[in-house]
């Protein structure tokens, strides 16, 4: 898979002057195994949902705090969306050239036709920096929110916010 992973996002930071840290760990598959590693103990580390629109033209990279619940139901109505589903991991592969387990906000960076929208929780705007990957889940990447929402947009990826509730 051609793209952008690990190293070549530290470069691109690097290169962009965009501040950031570096916590390289064992890969995690999931929120849990983020947990047990200590990572989540840093900050907001955010979860990551690739969607799709109910005729499969239209995909989406949900990015929210892990403590929120993202309802796709609600989520397809705030955005103006037909019904939300999971995308294939096929899909995954061809939009985002990455593969379950390291689904990053980052991974919009491999989206060469730009259509992928990007969908951030607006209580992320507030967080003084985020925990994402860096299209490889054996590490972790602390940088600001707007730094990255900067990224997105200019690689020529539209963001849009959306309000999710906390889980109780």
């Known amino acids: 898979m051609e793209g952008l992973y690990k190293e070549e996002i530290f470069a691109l ?20 195994a983020m947990d047990q590693a200590g990572i989540t103990k840093k900050g907001c580390v955010c979860k990551n949902l690739f969607l799709r629109n109910a005729n ?13 619940r993202v309802d796709m139901k609600q989520l397809a109505q705030e955005i103006g969306s037909s019904r939300l589903s999971f995308a294939s991991p096929e899909r995954l592969e061809k939009y985002l050239k990455i593969q379950q387990g390291s689904v990053s906000p980052l991974c919009i960076l491999n989206d060469e036709s730009k259509s992928v929208i990007f ?26 929110f707007g730094d ?21």
């Open 56 to 68: 499969g033209k239209q995909h989406y990279l949900v990015t929210a705090p892990e403590h929120k």
């Open 119 to 144: 969908v951030a929780d607006e209580d992320l705007r507030e967080e003084k920096e985020i925990g994402v990957h860096p299209n490889d889940n054996t590490a972790t990447l602390w940088l600001s």
């Open 148 to 168: 990255l929402a900067g990224l997105i947009q200019e690689h020529g990826n539209q963001v849009l916010f959306a309000h999710f509730e906390a889980m109780e």
């Open 13 to 32: 930071l690097d290169q962009k002057g965009i501040p950031y840290e570096r916590m390289d760990h064992e890969a995690v598959f999931t929120m849990e």
